[in-house]
C-alpha cells in the first residue's frame, strides 16, 4: 500500500534514489532536509508500506504569491488587488524503478490535498478571529 510521508533522514533512502534528473536527484539528497527545517520548503514522500525507507517519488511546496496585475483583466475582477497568496509545487519527481506506473499523477494529487488542507485550516484559524 503507498503511503505519503513528510521526509525523515532516519527513515527514508535518500542516497538511492534516482530519477534520471541530477538536479532533482541533488535536491533531494543534499537540500531536502535543511530547506525543511529552514522551513522554506515541505518535502513529502510516496512510500510502499512495505518497504518504507524506500523513496517512490517525492515534492516540495513552499509558500508564493500571485501578481494580480499579470493575470487577465476577467480574473483581476474577481480577485483582491493585492499579491493573493499560494502553493508553489517547486520539485516533483519519481523513481527511475517506478516511472509509467501514474506515482507523479499520485504524488500531484497528494500535493493538492496537502494545499485544501492548508486552506482549510487557515480558514478555522481566521475565523477564530
Same mark, same amino acid.
Not at 30 to 35: D, E, G, M
Not at 52 to 58: D, M, Q
Not at 97 to 121: F, W
Given at each position: 500500500?503507498?503511503?505519503?510521508?513528510?521526509?525523515? #533522514?532516519?527513515?527514508?533512502?535518500? $542516497?538511492?534514489?534516482?530519477? +534520471?534528473?541530477? =538536479?532533482?536527484?541533488?535536491?533531494?539528497?543534499?537540500? &531536502?532536509?535543511?530547506?525543511? $527545517? %529552514? +522551513?522554506? #520548503?515541505?518535502?513529502?514522500?510516496?512510500?510502499?508500506? %512495505?518497504?518504507?525507507?524506500?523513496?517512490?517519488?517525492?515534492?516540495?511546496?513552499?509558500? #508564493?504569491?500571485?501578481?494580480?496585475? &499579470?493575470?487577465?483583466?476577467?480574473? /483581476? $475582477? %474577481?480577485?483582491? /488587488?493585492?499579491?493573493? =497568496?499560494?502553493?508553489?509545487?517547486?520539485?516533483? &519527481?519519481?523513481?527511475?524503478?517506478?516511472?509509467? %506506473? +501514474?506515482?507523479?499523477?499520485?504524488?500531484?494529487?497528494?500535493? &493538492?490535498?496537502?494545499?485544501?488542507? #492548508?486552506?482549510?485550516?487557515?480558514?478555522?484559524?481566521?475565523?477564530?478571529?
Amino acid at each position: 500500500m503507498f503511503e505519503e510521508h513528510s521526509l525523515d #533522514a532516519a527513515i527514508h533512502d535518500r $542516497k538511492n534514489f534516482s530519477c +534520471g534528473d541530477p =538536479p532533482l536527484d541533488d535536491y533531494l539528497k543534499q537540500f &531536502a532536509i535543511q530547506q525543511t $527545517k %529552514k +522551513g522554506v #520548503a515541505i518535502v513529502r514522500v510516496l512510500i510502499d508500506t %512495505k518497504r518504507p525507507e524506500e523513496i517512490l517519488g517525492y515534492y516540495s511546496l513552499s509558500a #508564493a504569491q500571485v501578481d494580480v496585475s &499579470a493575470l487577465s483583466e476577467t480574473l /483581476r $475582477k %474577481k480577485l483582491p /488587488r493585492y499579491p493573493v =497568496p499560494c502553493f508553489r509545487m517547486s520539485r516533483l &519527481a519519481c523513481s527511475k524503478n517506478h516511472q509509467g %506506473k +501514474g506515482i507523479g499523477r499520485l504524488l500531484i494529487g497528494c500535493s &493538492a490535498e496537502r494545499c485544501l488542507e #492548508a486552506k482549510k485550516t487557515y480558514r478555522r484559524v481566521c475565523a477564530y478571529r
